[in-house]
């Protein structure tokens, strides 16, 4: 059975600060992992990562992929309050179509 | 403006009523899902569909149907609404299954009575 886990479940930061947000996981035949963002409305995506080592960069967030120990990590560098969301990472599996999301981690950036 | 849309944003309704939440995209996406997303149980798929009459089970299909029968639209049934189905329900889609990114309708809030 394929498992999503992302850590921390909740963190509170003060603006400025930097965060590391986890997110390991087991598929059998892995293809991407997509990061998403939510707000108070449906998710937006972020990233889609394919490879390991290559980091995808937006702005102050970034990500990357390690195939070989089945992570990500998604930073965000100098925080602000529109920052705070639940974040969601989904693997993408080549053996079937169904998409797994993780339970997210719940961020709020206070001023 | 491409998009996912879905109808209704909100709906209460009482044990046992059938219902039906409508989602529509017009970007000629060829797989759609099925979400509902609970406190501490995070996203959680219910059905999708690979292209038209195409479907399949999600994590949480009890309760739940499908139907593809056009491209652009993959509507949702409740046939016999039960309270555990009280959930915020998303609607998404994308290119395909290759792993491109998927858009997610607005959202319906479903409260069963």
């Known amino acids: 059975e394929d498992k999503v886990v992302q850590s921390p479940l909740s963190l509170v930061v003060h603006e400025g600060d930097t965060v590391t947000l986890n997110c390991s996981y087991e598929v059998t035949n892995f293809r991407s992992l997509l990061w998403y963002k939510q707000e108070k409305k449906a998710p937006t995506f972020l990233f889609m990562l394919t490879s390991s080592g290559i980091e995808k960069k937006s702005g102050r967030l970034s990500s990357i992929l390690d195939k070989k120990e089945l992570f990500s990590i998604l930073n965000i560098t100098a925080t602000q309050t529109g920052d705070s969301a639940i974040y969601l990472c989904?693997?993408?599996?080549?053996?079937?179509?169904?998409?797994?999301f993780g339970k997210g981690t719940s961020l709020l950036v206070t001023p | 403006e491409a998009q996912v849309t879905q109808n209704p944003r909100y709906l209460i309704t009482v044990t046992g009523k059938k219902l039906t939440v409508t989602c529509s995209q017009n970007?000629?996406?060829?797989?759609m899902s099925w979400y509902r997303q609970d406190p501490g149980l995070g996203l959680r798929q219910i059905y999708y569909s690979m292209n038209v009459e195409v479907t399949d089970k999600g994590d949480v299909p009890e309760g739940y149907k499908v139907s593809r029968k056009e491209k652009r639209n993959f509507p949702l049934i409740l046939e016999s609404p039960s309270p555990n189905q009280t959930s915020l329900y998303f609607c998404?889609?994308?290119?395909?299954?290759?792993?491109?990114?998927?858009?997610f309708g607005p959202g319906t809030r479903l409260t069963v009575t």
């Open positions: 989904a693997p993408n599996s080549n053996s079937g179509y169904a998409l797994n």
């Open positions: 998404a889609s994308s290119l395909d299954t290759s792993g491109y990114e998927q858009y």
């Open positions: 970007m000629n996406h060829e797989y």
